[in-house]
């Protein structure tokens, strides 16, 4: 019903940039927050930023500064501007939204199948 497509992950230097972009698809009555989330090799999952519908952010300490958030609500996409990767920011980043598919319905996690970064010299 609901498919998250990430793309935009890749190979970068240490200090450099990229822009990750998910966008949703299918059938659904309404998206709620969207984030992305990040898991390392041998770790666990864990949020990087999140934004809702209005516009508020949230963003893991570890990223602060370096990362922006934000979302186009007409075509259901979110994105992240990546800035002063470090090594330690390499991970699988996946997309998630929250939505509600039909009206009176629950409002469910969906996550895209994710895209990977790596930062390296």
């Known amino acids: 019903q609901v498919q998250l497509v990430e793309s935009g992950g890749g190979l970068v230097q240490p200090g450099g940039s990229l822009r990750l972009t998910c966008a949703a698809s299918?059938?659904?009555?309404?998206?709620?927050?969207m984030g992305w989330y990040r898991q390392a090799l041998g770790k666990q999952r864990e949020l990087v930023a999140t934004?809702?519908?209005?516009?508020?952010?949230n963003y893991a300490d570890s990223v602060k500064g370096r990362f922006t958030i934000s979302r186009d609500n007409v075509k259901n996409t979110v994105y992240l501007q990546m800035s002063a990767l470090k090594p330690e920011d390499t991970a699988e980043y996946y997309c998630?939204?929250?939505?509600?598919?039909?009206?009176?319905?629950?409002?469910?996690?969906?996550w895209g199948e994710g895209t990977q970064v790596t930062v390296s010299s």
């Open positions: 934004i809702n519908s209005g516009g508020s952010t």
């Open positions: 299918g059938r659904f009555f309404n998206i709620y927050a």
């Open positions: 998630n939204a929250n939505v509600r598919v039909r009206i009176g319905g629950l409002v469910t996690d969906y």
